[in-house]
């Protein structure tokens, strides 16, 4: 009997394991779909355009980390668990590259961030929009971990977790430009790499909080606002202290901003050391509440 439960089992994790295969094949022609005139074979193998590389990869990050929600959430039995990653994981593909598009008119809204990408092989964009892309994956995983229980209630919670969630990403991400004292837009045109990893650590962990508030089972919308706007405002407030003390602990006796946009050969160094700050400052805030 057990041995039939353990074999019960190891096909259940198979099909799942397909299912994720599945999808990604489903999430590539999507991407290609919604994307005519990018010709992925030859950004990738002929140009070698490691901008797009950054940002191809980003996408299918974030949708290995959406459809682990929908593996990883409440379970019914094998069949339901099977159609709702099929349908969850589609939704997410969808929302993955709507919000895409809605970060390049709003967040980074002063040029075109996939002609950076495709044409100038701007690779901050590319780092950029990977994160984006991430951001919005912890954000689905979160929603998906909490989803409610009947699919058509679960799929209205789902989109509506998505929505907040990318609210709370455009908000906390223009605080975080304003805050910048450079502007983000004009150091990355100029292909400033250092700076376009440094505000990718800021969309990551903006992403990794949203995801926290939001990953326990839903219980009704005013906690999970309360939830949201609290661990965002802390989030908000703790991040750049984080930053400040990054620059004297990790970096003694030089500014990060100084490393980042004011050097003849921008320091991608210390743009990495800063969204390592982000980003390990807001683990430890997910952590602590």
Known sequence: MDKY????????????????????????????????????QEELVEKDNFAFILSYVGYFAALIIAIGGAIVGESFDFITDIQHIFIYGIFAILLLLLAAWISNKVILNKFDLKKEIITDKNEGSGVIEAAIYIANGLILYGALVGESETLIKGLSTFFIYWVIGNVVLIIASKIFIAWMGYSIHDEV??????????????????????????LDPFV??????????????????????MR??????????????????????????????????????????????
Not at 191 to 202: E, K
């Open 5 to 40: 439960i353990d074999i019960l089992d190891l096909s259940h994790s198979l099909g799942y394991i397909l299912s994720g295969f599945i999808i990604f094949i489903i999430g590539k022609l999507a991407y290609k779909l919604l994307h005519p005139s990018i010709n992925i």
């Open 189 to 214: 045109e100029k292909d400033n790499v250092a700076a376009g990893i440094s505000f990718s650590g800021a969309i990551l962990a903006i992403g990794i909080i949203t995801m926290n508030a939001i």
């Open 220 to 241: 009704d919308w005013t906690t999970t606002l309360i939830d949201i706007t609290l661990q965002t405002v802390i989030g908000c407030i703790l991040l750049p202290i």
């Open 244 to 289: 400040i003390f990054t620059d004297k602990v990790l970096l003694p006796g030089r500014k990060l901003t100084d490393e980042i946009i004011n050097q003849e050969k921008p320091n991608v160094g210390a743009g990495l050391i800063e969204a390592f700050a982000y980003v390990a400052s807001a683990i430890l805030i997910t952590w602590s509440i």
